[in-house]
């Protein structure tokens, strides 16, 4: 057999192994294509269902004929929730809250991280072991609340700002990225005359944009669905001007049980329309966090891979 004719062989041969690695991979590609559709549908459909069931008719909810798409189209569950003035006030007082948390938090979880990026800080490697330590172990429900109330800070705002102020795991995720910086930029500023405030302020920071707007969407996700905090340190009911949206839709739903003359009596249920009511509370209180992902989306993909080489 010539070479000419061994060359050919091997030829198709490639061709024919390219052609099924080709099929194999489009249909790899399909398979996740279509896994990634389904747990989209997954995540999609209970979302629409609530939007569908708060612009039905009670009537309709009432029958189980609503699923994806309103019955009886009904759009007086929002303008009783909109005219309701706690659920307005709650809603603007969450608001402020996860802002100010948010900058808070960002605020002290670079002052924490930058420092410990220093080889030659004293105690560093002890300040880290402590904050390690605080990540796996902690004193518990009871302790806190013993804490806040000795404190004098139960039923007040500052009792949903402080003991949550700032995760040890994002200093880590920060401290991961402070070190990704290289050294040469920090001796240059250095050789300049510029302290550490100034390298952090004008080397650091700008840097570090893609993990300050991921760990700031954490922060904020965490502070405007944070309920169990709100429940169990503002009990007294001069305490609910500071009822933030999580637990104001708890509230809804829990007193959807009582009578209608009751649950008027509380400036939310009107007409036998309770259900479509918790409904759009439910779209209120979930659709204003939703917004803020597309804003931080190019900065999330390379904010969440921090760390993940370089530790």
């Given at each position: 057999?010539?070479?000419?004719e061994?060359s050919a062989?091997?030829n198709?041969?490639?061709l024919?192994?390219?052609?099924i ?5 489009k249909?790899?590609d399909?398979?996740?294509a279509f896994v ?5 549908m ?5 979302m629409?269902?609530v ?5 039905s008719?009670?009537?309709a909810?009432?029958?189980n004929e609503v ?5 009886g ?5 929002y ?8 659920y ?5 007082w969450t608001a402020?809250?996860?802002?100010g ?14 420092p410990?990026t220093y080889?030659n800080?004293r105690?560093?490697k ?6 390690l330590f ?12 013993l ?8 039923n007040?705002?500052?009792?949903l700002?402080?003991?949550n102020?700032?995760g040890?795991?994002?200093?880590i995720?920060m401290r991961?990225?402070f070190?990704?910086?290289p ?6 500023a250095?050789i300049d005359g510029?302290?550490?405030i100034?390298v952090?302020v004008?080397v650091?920071?700008?840097l570090s944009l893609?993990v ?12 405007w669905?944070g309920f169990?905090d709100?429940?169990?340190y ?12 999580q ?16 649950a008027?009596?509380?400036g939310?249920f009107?007409n ?8 759009a ?11 803020v992902?597309?804003?931080l989306?190019r900065y999330?993909?390379t904010?969440?891979?921090i ?5």
């Amino acid at each position: 057999m010539s070479n000419m004719e061994n060359s050919a062989i091997l030829n198709k041969k490639k061709l024919k192994d390219g052609m099924i690695k080709s099929r194999k991979t489009k249909i790899g590609d399909l398979t996740i294509a279509f896994v990634c559709l389904l747990l989209m549908m997954l995540c999609l459909v209970p979302m629409l269902h609530v939007l569908a069931s708060s612009l039905s008719s009670p009537e309709a909810l009432v029958r189980n004929e609503v699923f994806i798409w309103p019955k009886g189209w009904n759009t007086e569950a929002y303008r009783t929730v909109l005219t309701t003035e706690k659920y307005i006030r709650s809603l603007g007082w969450t608001a402020v809250l996860t802002i100010g948390c948010t900058l808070l938090s960002i605020t002290l979880t670079i002052c924490c991280a930058y420092p410990l990026t220093y080889s030659n800080l004293r105690g560093g490697k002890v300040i880290n072991i402590i904050i390690l330590f605080t990540m796996y172990f902690s004193a518990g429900t009871i302790p806190s609340y013993l804490l806040l109330n000795s404190l004098g800070m139960l039923n007040t705002p500052y009792a949903l700002i402080f003991p949550n102020c700032i995760g040890v795991f994002n200093v880590i995720i920060m401290r991961s990225f402070f070190y990704g910086v290289p050294d040469s930029l920090r001796e240059a500023a250095e050789i300049d005359g510029a302290g550490p405030i100034r390298v952090l302020v004008q080397v650091y920071l700008p840097l570090s944009l893609p993990v300050i707007a991921t760990l700031s969407l954490f922060y904020a996700v965490g502070r405007w669905n944070g309920f169990s905090d709100a429940l169990m340190y503002l009990k007294k009911s001069e305490s609910e001007k500071y009822w933030p949206i999580q637990l104001l839709l708890y509230n809804v739903i829990k007193n959807s049980t009582q009578t209608t003359e009751q649950a008027a009596q509380e400036g939310f249920f009107q007409n036998g329309v309770s259900k479509t009511i918790q409904m759009a509370t439910v779209m209120f209180a979930t659709v204003p966090i939703l917004l803020v992902y597309p804003w931080l989306q190019r900065y999330f993909v390379t904010g969440v891979t921090i760390g993940a080489v370089k530790g």
